[in-house]
C-alpha cells in the first residue's frame, strides 16, 4: 500500500496506531508467523507510546497554560486520553517482548584507527 494513495483519516492511523499495521498484516497461519508479529510489535510499538506521550504533553501545555484565554477542558480530557494511549502501546511492547525475548544485541564495534592499535600494542 502506497501511502500516497491514503485519506488523512488512514495517514494519522498509520502514524498513530500499531493496531493499524497489525490489522493490515497476513493472518499468522502458524507459530512462526504470530512470532514474526510480535517481533514487529516489540520493535515498533514503543514508537507509538513515544508520539502518544508527545501528544499528551503537548496537551497538557497547552491545558495549562496560564495566560490562556478561554480554557478548553477538552484539552486536558485529550491529554489524559493520550497518555493513557501510551501506556497502551508501551504495555504491548513489554507484552511482545515477553513472549518473543529481546531484540538481538550486536557486539560493539572497534572504532579506533589502525595506527593508534599499533602504537598500543607496543
Known amino acids: 500500500m502506497n501511502w500516497q494513495t491514503l485519506s488523512t483519516l488512514q495517514l494519522l492511523s498509520a502514524s498513530l ?3 493499524w499495521h497489525v490489522r493490515r498484516m497476513p493472518p499468522p497461519a502458524d507459530a512462526e508467523e ?6 514487529w510489535c516489540r520493535d ?3 514508537t507509538f507510546a513515544g508520539r502518544w506521550f508527545a501528544l499528551a504533553a503537548l496537551f497538557w501545555l497547552i491545558f495549562s497554560l496560564p495566560f490562556q484565554t478561554l480554557k478548553v477542558p477538552l484539552l486536558g480530557i485529550a ?3 493520550a ?3 501510551g501506556i497502551y502501546h508501551l504495555v504491548w511492547h513489554i507484552w ?3 513472549k518473543v ?3 538481538p544485541i550486536e ?7 589502525p595506527e593508534h592499535r599499533e602504537r598500543h600494542r607496543k
Open 107 to 113: 557486539p560493539p564495534v572497534d572504532f579506533t584507527p
Open 34 to 39: 504470530r512470532r514474526e508479529q510480535l517481533r
Open 83 to 85: 497518555f493513557s494511549l
Open 79 to 81: 491529554a489524559l486520553l
Open 96 to 98: 511482545a517482548q515477553d
Open 17 to 19: 496506531f500499531a493496531r
Open 101 to 103: 525475548g529481546p531484540p
Open 44 to 46: 515498533h510499538c514503543q
